[in-house]
């Protein structure tokens, strides 16, 4: 399997502008996870699906931030407008659902992002 | 609120040795799974360990084991033999809030030196 995929890799744009990150799962995973790493606030989960389905969104910090998750391979966390604020780094991860909870996610390589 | 607390924000270990990353958790779930990540400078999340709770055996992964103490709600991760490789950012989670979403701790930084 070729694990989860990202794109792109790294990021750079100017404040204001639109950003779109991709997300391919781990075919067959029920589960979705974006997170965003920062110095400052470490790993947070931002929001998190389950057979496409949004279930907690609680984490996306602002209504700039948006997610979706059309079909069972493909997710995207947008961005509009962008701020320097935003320049962290932003991994998908995706799992199976085990009788005990879920199970390992794994993630992908995650996107770097800079907001000029 | 935090829910994961790693305690300390780095380590050092001479290559070869043992060394010990402590964290602690706190959960309402009965039934649950810890894991323990490890992030090298290629920032790649990669997993180390994942403990079952309901198990009383603790989870041992070559060289990785760890010391669950359920009642404790700790869950400490043991490197033997460690390697220059091994050199990394460590993290602990643990379930919160539902057995779906799991909250990290801040992150062990593990050196490893000659």
């Known amino acids: 399997d070729a694990g989860v995929i990202q794109s792109p890799r790294h990021e750079v744009t100017e404040m204001g502008q639109e950003v779109t990150l991709r997300c391919k799962p781990i075919?067959?995973?029920?589960?979705l996870f974006w997170y965003r790493q920062t110095m400052m606030r470490g790993l947070e989960l931002l929001i998190y699906?389950?057979?496409?389905?949004?279930?907690?969104d609680s984490g996306m910090p602002e209504d700039r931030f948006s997610a979706k998750m059309p079909n069972a391979s493909f997710s995207t966390l947008k961005i509009q407008p962008s701020e320097p604020r935003d320049s962290a780094v932003y991994f998908c991860?995706?799992?199976?659902?085990?009788?005990?909870?879920?199970?390992?996610?794994?993630f992908g390589p995650g996107t770097r992002l800079t907001v000029l | 609120a935090q829910t994961v607390t790693q305690s300390q924000p780095e380590m050092s270990v001479q290559e070869a040795e043992t060394v010990t990353l402590s964290c602690t958790y706190d959960t309402s779930e009965s039934d649950y799974y810890l894991f323990w990540y490890k992030q090298p400078p290629s920032r790649q999340m990669i997993l180390v360990i994942r403990q079952e709770a309901y198990k009383q055996q603790n989870a041992t992964e070559n060289r990785f084991s760890v010391n669950f103490q359920k009642a404790a709600k700790s869950f400490s991760l043991k490197i033997s033999d460690s390697q220059l490789g091994d050199a990394a950012m460590y993290f602990c989670?643990?379930?919160?809030?539902?057995?779906?979403?799991?909250?990290f701790g801040t992150g062990t930084r593990l050196q490893v030196t000659l």
């Open positions: 699906f389950n057979n496409n389905v949004p279930i907690d």
């Open positions: 989670a643990s379930p919160t809030g539902t057995a779906s979403k799991l909250t």
């Open positions: 075919s067959g995973h029920d589960y």
């Open positions: 991860a995706s799992s199976l659902v085990l009788a005990g909870g879920t199970d390992t996610q794994y």
